[in-house]
């Protein structure tokens, strides 16, 4: 495909308004249409990124080869029907939908339009994230914790579909096999649904991951740790950083102390540190920002250029097992 790609954006709450800000800073993109319901609040996003605002969806499908679905998620088959029935190219914003009934129609109208779907899953391009897939881990366990203040934002929706969707994608994506068992407990403060919640998912292959979301805590962590037979990661979403330590190297030393105290070659114990027998490597990262990495799969994916990272299928998985975890608690 040759020249700019015309790219829209459908929603201009804040997801929206940095979508549309990270297209129009993307050489290889014409950013020909902004909607909203709210058609002041389109004419302004459109005017801060150099685009205009249009009427309609149907008058936005009518123009651009690639969007961006930003709305509300109980609105995300509605908008993005006039687009998947033309073909054209979705990146629809995390969760893919509401339920998992909703995410197969989404699903089947990309099928029926021959369209890409590409789900916002934006955590899945932080650096310190694609670092982590690339080491190949086949993890045993994982132990994952999101926990924040409350954002006073989207109260309607649970911390499940809310916030433990993100890690749900990242655990499924790294283990790659069938969710065998689900058990989980969940508190609910604010109203009618879940603020807090801990899940362990178990699956076929033998791997646990234990899973703790919440929006109550005093203070933000995000993090993951994953045990596989080869090594031990710790990753900080936040930070962007990432330490690993190999099984190679480190279980020689950690084995030869042991020995040494059982032969009581060791007569002070508080000479031996633990800390310092296991080796720990930084892992490294190629720093860029996620949102515009995620955007740059999605256009090459729209071009044909390249494979879509995160598909309607891996969005329809972990709404799946979201709605397992909702019905667990």
């Not at 908008?79 to 990146?91: D, I, K, Q, Y």
């Not at 740790?225 to 080869?230: G, L, V």
């Not at 329809?316 to 709605?323: I, K, Q, R, Y």
């Amino acid at each position: 495909m040759d020249g700019p790609l015309a790219v829209g954006v459908v929603g201009c709450g804040r997801m929206g308004r940095l979508h549309a800000r990270v297209y129009s800073q993307m050489p290889q993109v014409k950013l020909v249409g902004i909607y909203d319901v709210d058609a002041a609040r389109a004419a302004a996003v459109a005017a801060e990124y150099g685009s205009r605002a249009v009427g309609s969806m149907e008058e936005l499908a009518g123009l651009a080869g690639a969007v961006t679905i930003a709305t509300p998620t109980k609105f995300h088959v509605e908008a993005a029907r006039p687009f998947l029935s033309r073909g054209v190219a979705c990146l629809i914003e995390k969760p893919l939908a509401r339920d998992a009934a909703e995410g197969r129609e989404i699903a089947e109208m990309a099928r029926a339009g021959n369209a890409i779907v590409q789900v916002g899953h934006v955590e899945r391009f932080n650096p310190i994230v694609r670092a982590l897939n690339a080491l190949r881990l086949a993890p045993r366990f994982l132990e994952v914790i999101r926990v924040s203040p409350l954002p006073f934002r989207s109260l309607d929706v649970g911390v499940v579909l809310d916030v433990m969707i993100h890690d749900l994608d990242i655990v499924l994506n790294l283990v790659r096999s069938p969710v065998t068992s689900v058990d989980a407990s969940g508190v609910s403060v604010i109203g009618e649904v879940e603020d807090v919640c801990n899940a362990r998912i178990r699956f076929a292959n033998g791997c646990v991951a234990n899973v703790t979301a919440s929006r109550l805590a005093m203070k933000a962590e995000r993090r993951l740790r994953a045990f596989s037979e080869d090594a031990f990661v710790s990753i900080d979403y936040a930070k962007k950083e990432g330490v690993i330590a190999r099984r190679e190297g480190n279980v020689e030393a950690i084995r030869g102390a042991v020995a040494k105290v059982k032969a009581g070659e060791v007569p002070d114990l508080t000479k031996l540190s633990y800390a310092d027998l296991v080796k720990f490597e930084p892992i490294a990262i190629q720093d860029v920002e996620p949102l515009r990495a995620q955007a740059e799969a999605f256009l090459a994916a729209a071009r044909g250029e390249g494979p879509v990272v995160v598909t309607a299928a891996d969005g329809l998985a972990a709404v799946e097992l979201a709605e397992r975890i909702v019905a667990a608690i």
